[in-house]
């Protein structure tokens, strides 16, 4: 079956400018998450999705980045007046609602990722 | 300082050799994962453990809870397993399921 996809899977754009980051989610799975890595560091979380809501955002770096999802399925990164510090390749994956509830847990699916250089 | 350490960073390995990448962490977990990351980026999860020990393939992985102590093998190692591989951790107290990631061990076996 179609794994996450992401869109596009590259993006060159200027400093200053704004940009959309896509992702498609396997179908069913009702967590999201965005994540980026940055050069030569290591992941880091940025925001998870559970349906639409968006119960954690602690890791969105600046009020210049935004995200929203809709109809429970594909989720929209957005980075306002782009710098280059947000150069990262931003990964988005996804997983299955966990049977257990609260705080329970299914493991995640990664996307290949968006390459976002910022000039 | 990162809660999630690996070692190695980067290591070396000749083809057929038996491996081990270490993973501790600070606090208590729900979850750890292994993941491996090839060259061109894609991300692959490899397990997902909560407790003792998973096997795939040439792949185990083990947790130690009371430690907060995990180690991913390989046994018979192949240059196709040269990659980076990422230990990550679903911390108890963390809301949803977001996981914090260690810095990564990049292997490189040659034939």
């Known amino acids: 079956g179609a794994g996450v996809s992401q869109s596009p899977s590259n993006k060159v754009t200027e400093k200053g400018k704004d940009v959309e980051l896509r992702c498609d989610p396997i179908?069913?799975?009702?967590?999201l998450y965005w994540y980026r890595q940055s050069l030569g560091q290591g992941l880091e979380f940025l925001i998870y999705f559970q349906g639409n809501s968006a119960p954690d955002k602690s890791g969105l770096p600046s009020d210049r980045f935004s995200a929203e999802r809709t109809g429970g399925s594909v989720s929209t990164l957005t980075i306002q007046r782009t710098q280059q510090e947000d150069s990262a390749v931003y990964l988005c994956?996804?997983?299955?609602?966990?049977?257990?509830?609260?705080?329970?847990?299914?493991?995640?699916?990664f996307g290949p990722g968006t390459r976002l250089t910022v000039l | 300082k990162n809660e999630v350490e690996q070692s190695p960073q980067n290591l070396t390995a000749q083809e057929g050799e038996f491996i081990t990448i270490n993973c501790s962490y600070s606090v208590g977990i729900s979850a750890l994962h292994w993941l491996q990351q090839h060259p061109g980026g894609g991300i692959v999860s490899l397990f997902m453990?909560?407790?003792g020990k998973k096997k795939h393939g040439r792949l185990i992985a083990t947790i130690n809870i009371q430690e907060k102590h995990s180690s991913l093998h390989i046994t018979a190692s192949h240059p196709r397993d040269s990659a980076v591989y990422i230990c990550a951790v679903r911390y108890m107290e963390t809301s949803g399921s977001r996981l914090t990631f260690g810095e990564g061990t990049q292997l490189t076996v040659n034939p």
């Open positions: 453990l909560s407790s």
């Open positions: 994956a996804s997983s299955t609602p966990a049977r257990g509830g609260e705080g329970s847990y299914n493991e995640q699916f």
């Open positions: 179908s069913g799975h009702t967590a």
